[in-house]
């Protein structure tokens, strides 16, 4: 390991596997790369082939490295997860790829130089403006989840209860089967049909009281029509409304105004005229001040034609109640329009062309419900074969599933297990529409069936739901073997397991080690544990620690060489205090 203080770098390289593997993998996860992410602040690792094993105390930061990866394969990034002190955090996977993988042709589809290498960046900013790079293009996560799909598979806590919901035990039927592209396929139909389902039973509501439909429009185009809605006419009708209630007011106001400026003894204009004159004396003796004397006349003329003005105002805003009546009259109707129609004048004029559309679309109506009736039938009876084909296709995976999970099953020391998978149809009720019904089953957009996961775990037991029985060891195990048998079928090259040895331990969690180690021949397996009965079959493993310094928490990784492994194991086994009898048994295992 080389580190940096200056930088806290943690550089983790593998110089060769404990065991061997020669193993082709067309995609693979070769480095990940940490900065200012929660409590870590540098970290870079170096993965290869096989199985490597993650250890270390709990809260050392070993989910931190798990969650790291999901949002480098698309999960929604946070703020929240910027480490304290940092405006970003920055996160980086580099993967090795083939021309054979599906991940290099989709690079070459959207017009790139794939080459052998792929690497994803992802920028997490304080302000929410995240980034994404894939090759060092800027990227959306649309697109990056697309490149990324079935490219690893990360199982956690939320796989083992994901495993619980009817949806997801679909969802691996479909997996196992290589069922996806016809459900996808009936899902797309699903969601063709939908919309044109909505549409023709509005335009049939539409049809069924077309008459009442037509003059309820005609009445409310002839009413917005009749209004004759002028721009801006409600503003000045509501300050016309405002002066003609305050008249009084108002008279008395410029009445006096008047008196102050002109008419009265002493008025503003006398006074101002006196001034001019005493100025006009005074620019015989001084002629800069001519010009202040000729400002003040025009000042004074100003003040004459003010004067002038507010006599013509007076004129106009005697009450007048009979206008009053008029213009809050048309301010009600006014504004009974535009809280009928959308609360401004501007959604008014929009509803009238709405109406205008309607009358128009109304005349073609039958032709459109015939149109819409002809593509539903052809997408109905589409629809029914593709989703009648898939549930035949279901029921034959599901018994074959359900033998190998049963398999699997014995080799992970729950032997006499019996588990067996249920595929129900999901009747039509009478509210179902039947262009979404095909032999009384009602389709959605996974098809016709629901299913349902039945376990029994002891000899002698009835299946049962596994949602209502299984303990969290045998939902670890249950997700193992499905995961090992989904992964034989190719779909996915790397396979993350975290708490994989949930509620597991002594030779159970041997049996899950042996497992994952074969697996490992097939698929590189990273996975975290606490148990030194899985960690003793790792390729490669490394102990992640959190350390204090300089009153900062930080989390490093190291690599674990013989000795150094064989201290790790004694300390899952024997926890902080490691003793020699401790250290025989660590050494023991790792050479059995």
Known sequence: MNKNPAQSWYI???QVPYNCLCVFHICMLKQLSI???????NLHICFSDGLTILSGETGAGKSIIINAVNLLLGSRASAKLIRTGAETAELEALFKITPESRVFKILEEQGGKPSEELLI?????????????????????????????NMTSISGQHAHQGLLKEDFQLMVIDQFGSLISVRSKNSRLFHEIVPLIQKLRKLNNIRDRQAEHINLLEFQKKEIIDASIKPGEDASLEQERIRLKNGEELYKAVYSSIEELYSANGAIVERLVEVKKNLERASEIDPELSSKAKDLNKASFRIEDIAEELRTY?????????????VESRLDILTRLKRKYGGTFESVISHLETIDQELSGIENISGQINDIETKLSELHRELSMLSLDLSSKRSQTAKLLAKKVEKELVSLRMSGTKFKISLQTIPASDNSDPHLVVKGNTINETGIDQASFLIAPNVGEDLKPM???????????????LKAILAKKGSVETLVFDEVDAGIGGSVAEAVGKKLSKLARYHQIICITHLPQIAKFGDNHFRITKNVSQGRTITSINPLNEKDRIKEIARMLGGMEITKTTLEYAREMLQS
């Open 467 to 481: 949602a209502s029985i299984a303990s969290g060891g045998e939902l670890s195990r249950i997700v193992l073997a």
């Open 12 to 14: 983790i390289y593998f």
């Open 314 to 326: 007076l004129k106009i805003i005697p009450p007048d109640d009979k206008r009053l009546e008029e």
């Open 121 to 149: 960046r992802r920028i997490i900013s304080r302000g929410d403006r995240h980034r994404i790079y894939i090759n060092g293009h800027f990227a959306t996560i649309q697109m990056l989840s697309r490149l990324t799909e």
């Open 35 to 41: 900065k200012n992410f929660t409590i870590i602040e």
